[in-house]
């Protein structure tokens, strides 16, 4: 094990190096908020949020510290994957207003100085758009090659046909990613389901049409995009069959995500988009790209000079108990946690790129169900833990709704085939209920995995207030999805930011004291070194960080449920212990030597190097 000491004095050499990591830009400094727009503020009474809830909720956002407020996909869509499936990518789809409602949120946004970033999906469409029903409606039409067609790869003497490479679909694992179209005796490649066929950008009309889109929102102001699944828009062209890592048994397609995840010619593509779009424009980019994880190919994105975008989401973290198929669980320890932080903030750091820091989103679960305790004991702990973590690490920060006010997933009594409405679940549970039924302890674990995994949790509606619906939607309105039962328990933003008690914050105030530090310590939180602390300690991930002007904190985090001793580094003295997650005000810590911790604990310290 390198020694402490070694760590904390090896950070001059990389930061000397000419860099542009700590060039200020806004889109680096910037906190933003994910909205699910479904599940954020419903203003006409249909149960479903929509774009007039999130501008009624601007002041919130403000107050607690965002910049940017992105909202997943609210174009016109026959919502088979929730908007993910995008029928018009021009037209708010009318469940969540119109495109004026949009107009009016950004300019709400812009009286205070925040601005909107909207999700662009385009590795599919969906199976309704016109594109796509043009391309299906014959072999001969001339967008048929906008998607992706191949004849079957065989037929039976019985007529039946067999898909052209054995790739399964991602949302639900069991089904092929090519759906046969009996019209034209073909099969169209949909990676996520029938219902997301993908585009296929090799044709330089799909991309000038993506482009197209691109500026016609950015023309509107909004301010850029994640988008959506972006290392996948190219494919490789030999369309290989996958290899079978699931029993065949029960299984007949297998995962081909290698074949289509950063492809030989993503880059090409994103260099495009990037002359042709992005670089016209003053925007803030972050492209999501699961099940890579290699340095170099990740830095060909978000490297200084890459041309391509500002920073991607890296998975490596909400796919810590993930193998390599999104439904299954893997243990995974402290340790390991620290190893993928450190690895991308050095990495980083030291090779001149940028990247996100995010550990929730509406494709996972809830962080502190998953990563700490949920338990009505320790939920609010936990979730400052994760919240303390999350403003003292570099890079760009984003906070899912309803994590600022510690939401946690849905409790284990939910009956899935009435409360959980996420296709993906609702694919795999359908699976499970097959494969499995009878094999009553398999379909138990499947259904642990469903409490552990779904989409759904991150899912339930926003809980504003004390109120029958949690202030979602009016009292007596149906909404979409279960409102979880906790609203009345303090998990609500109203009791939480007029709360806390005389000795605590409440979660809010600690996610709003941390947003706040962080921007008033930009130069130490966004932009400083990074320092790992005591690698090999089985229960605290500790670092440091250190501005350019040598200014140097320290974290020290709990990720255990019991009392536990900490001891400094040598070459540390503690200025001040500047915060706790347990107590309101500066903690009373020892300056030096060994610092007890309780369950679930983080403290923050300015110090000084002796
Ligand atoms: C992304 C989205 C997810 C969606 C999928 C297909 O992973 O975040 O919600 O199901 O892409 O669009
Ligand atoms: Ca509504």
Not at 448 to 459: C, G, T
Not at 505 to 518: A, E, K, N, P, V
Not at 572 to 585: D, M, N, P
């Amino acid at each position: 094990m390198i020694d402490d000491l070694e760590i904390l004095e090896h950070e001059e050499p990389s930061m000397s190096k000419p860099s542009s990591y700590t060039t200020p830009k806004w889109w680096k400094e910037a906190v933003i908020y994910q909205i699910y727009p479904s599940s954020f503020q419903d203003t006409n009474d249909d149960g479903w949020g929509d774009v007039k809830g999130i501008t009624s909720r601007v002041d919130y956002l403000k107050q607690l510290g965002i910049d940017v407020v992105w909202t997943s996909p609210i174009y016109k869509s026959p919502q088979a994957d929730m908007g993910y499936d995008i029928a018009n990518y021009k037209v708010i789809d009318p469940i969540y207003g119109s495109n004026e409602d949009v107009d009016n949120l950004i300019s709400e946004l812009k009286k205070r100085d925040m601005k909107l970033m909207m999700d662009l999906v385009v590795n599919h469409t969906s199976n309704e758009h016109d594109w796509f029903l043009e391309s299906r409606s014959s072999k001969t039409n001339p967008k048929r090659n906008w998607y992706i067609w191949k004849p079957p790869k065989s037929v039976s003497e019985a007529g039946v046909p067999e898909p052209p490479t054995n790739w399964a679909q991602i949302l639900g694992e069991a089904n092929s990613a090519w759906t046969y179209d009996t019209e034209t005796g073909e099969y169209y490649l949909s990676v996520f389901t029938p219902e997301q066929p993908d585009l296929n950008w090799e044709n330089p009309e799909v991309r000038e049409a993506v482009w197209d889109v691109m500026k016609f929102w950015l023309d509107r102001g909004v301010a850029g995009f994640r988008m959506d699944v972006i290392n996948m828009i190219s494919k490789d062209p030999s369309y290989p069959d996958a290899p079978v890592i699931l029993d065949p048994k029960s299984h007949q397609y297998q995962p081909g995500t290698q074949f289509f995840v950063n492809g030989p010619k993503l880059h090409d593509y994103l260099r495009e988009m990037h002359d042709q779009v992005l670089s016209k424009y003053d925007t803030i980019t972050v492209g999501e790209m699961p099940g890579v994880s290699d340095e170099n190919e990740i830095l060909r994105t978000v490297g200084a000079n890459a041309q391509e975008l500002n920073m991607i989401f890296i998975f490596d973290i909400v796919d810590i108990d993930k193998p390599n198929i999104r439904m299954a669980l893997k243990p995974w320890d402290v340790k390991e946690m620290k190893s993928i932080i450190t690895r991308w903030q050095r990495c980083m750091i030291d090779r001149d790129g940028w990247n996100s820091v995010f550990i929730e989103n509406h494709d996972n679960p809830r962080s502190i169900s998953r990563y700490a305790d949920d338990s009505d004991a320790f939920r609010d702990k936990s979730a400052k833990l994760l919240a303390l973590m999350q403003t003292t690490l570099g890079g760009t920060l984003f906070v899912y709704q309803g994590e600022e006010i510690g939401i946690r997933n849905a409790p284990t009594e939910w009956d899935v085939d009435v409360e959980y409405k996420d296709i993906e679940t609702i694919n795999y549970w359908k699976k499970c209920k097959k494969i499995y039924k009878d094999d009553p302890k398999q379909l138990e674990h499947g259904r642990k995995i469903i409490q552990m995994k779904a989409r759904d949790h991150a899912r339930t509606p926003m809980q504003w207030n004390a109120k029958d619906n949690a202030g979602f939607c009016r009292p007596g309105v149906k909404p979409w999805m279960r409102v979880m039962d906790d609203f009345k328990q303090g998990i609500n933003a109203e009791a939480q930011m007029d709360g806390g008690d005389e000795k605590e914050l409440s979660t809010w105030q600690f996610w709003q004291r941390g947003i706040h530090d962080r921007k008033e310590h930009a130069d130490v939180f966004v932009y400083g070194d990074y320092q790992e602390i005591s690698p090999e300690d089985p229960d605290i991930l500790a670092y440091g960080r250190t501005s350019k002007s040598g200014e140097r904190w320290l974290v020290v985090l709990n990720f255990s449920g019991k009392d536990v001793e900490w001891t400094l580094p040598e070459s540390l003295r503690v200025e001040f212990w500047a915060c706790s997650t347990y107590v309101k005000g500066r903690p009373e810590k020892p300056q030096k030597g060994t610092i007890p911790l309780k369950p679930w604990e983080g403290i923050l310290a300015k110090c000084k190097i002796e």
